[in-house]
């Protein structure tokens, strides 16, 4: 077992204990930096923890976990779930990626197609975006709220009553969620626009990355300080012990994906889980069995 650096979680963690302030937040952990060889046996050794947590949870089966990552593109998501949970078993891991609404999920209310991806019972659900899009890039751009998103005229006339009613909404869920057995965790990747910008000429200069660039990305650059205050009022209106942010340094890749790994390793030791036990007629019946095939 690789012996993990210490992280002060609570550093990262909001759960409406306190404010958030996007501005003075660091973008960098440099006390958690790893070299490659140690970093590659440390996100190694954390998956082997989760998947056995994992494990246990499937037989529980009385808890999900939902994980949330929100961030600005290029901000690391892809890589922090695929470090992170590459040592997990895919059967008891469903991941997904919610992108622009599609025209059927339009028909129906801001919640409803992440709805249909919520984890089961023993499983990790992970959201690449979610829900908080319509907090976010809706708020960042309301023309959306006004011309695509088939909601009543009388609440596009009002769109700070909108933002404050989905806060609520998503309050509620997540409130429901967790007293149904749910755990949520949700993450933000806070990076630099500087470090934006150099992942994104990384992007430019490397042949097997022109395929992740994209020029509308660029384009949201001009909107940085707009997007950076729809989060911190997005994580400030949503945050709560039962469903806490950490907000994320995210300016060093590997810094930012053992932060996420010993928050979820952290909480997943902390749930009250145990594998099932056997009544005495059960116990008897397997004995029965291993009789039978010892004298086979």
């Known amino acids: 077992m690789a012996m993990h650096p210490k992280i002060d979680l609570a550093s990262w963690r909001f759960d409406g204990s306190r404010p958030l302030d996007l501005s003075t937040f660091p973008t960098e952990a440099p006390d958690i930096t790893a070299d490659k060889k140690e970093y590659k046996a440390l996100i190694a050794d ?17 808890y999900a976990l939902l994980l949330v990552f929100q961030a600005m593109d290029a901000a690391g998501k892809d890589g922090v779930i695929r470090d992170v949970m590459t040592g997990v078993n895919p059967h008891g891991v469903e991941v997904t990626s919610f992108k622009r609404p599609s025209e059927t999920e339009l028909q129906h209310d801001f919640l409803w197609r992440t709805q249909l991806a919520l984890p089961q019972r023993g499983n990790i659900g992970i959201f690449n975006r979610s829900y908080y899009e319509e907090v976010l890039v809706v708020r960042v751009h309301p023309e959306i709220l006004q011309q695509v998103q088939r909601i009543p005229a009388e609440m596009v006339s009002q769109p700070e009553k909108v933002w404050e009613q989905r806060f609520e909404d998503i309050r509620n869920l997540e409130s429901y969620l967790h007293r149904n057995g749910t755990h949520i965790l949700k993450f933000y990747l806070h990076i630099s626009k500087d470090e934006q910008k150099k992942r994104f000429l990384d992007r430019i200069e490397t042949p097997s990355k022109n395929w992740k660039f994209a020029a509308g990305d660029v384009k949201e650059r001009k909107h940085w300080d707009a997007y950076m205050a729809a989060y911190e009022a997005c994580i400030n209106a949503t945050a709560a012990p039962h469903a806490p942010w950490y907000v994320v340094p995210g300016d060093n890749k590997h810094e930012a994906r053992l932060i996420v790994a010993e928050t979820i390793l952290t909480h997943m030791r902390s749930m009250r889980m145990e594998y099932p036990k056997l009544d005495e007629a059960r116990t008897a019946e397997l004995a029965t069995y291993r009789k039978m095939l010892e004298e086979e």
Do not use: F, S, T, V
Not at 52 to 62: I, S, T
């Open 46 to 62: 954390y998956g082997a923890q989760i998947d056995e947590l994992q494990n246990l949870m499937y037989a529980h089966d009385r």
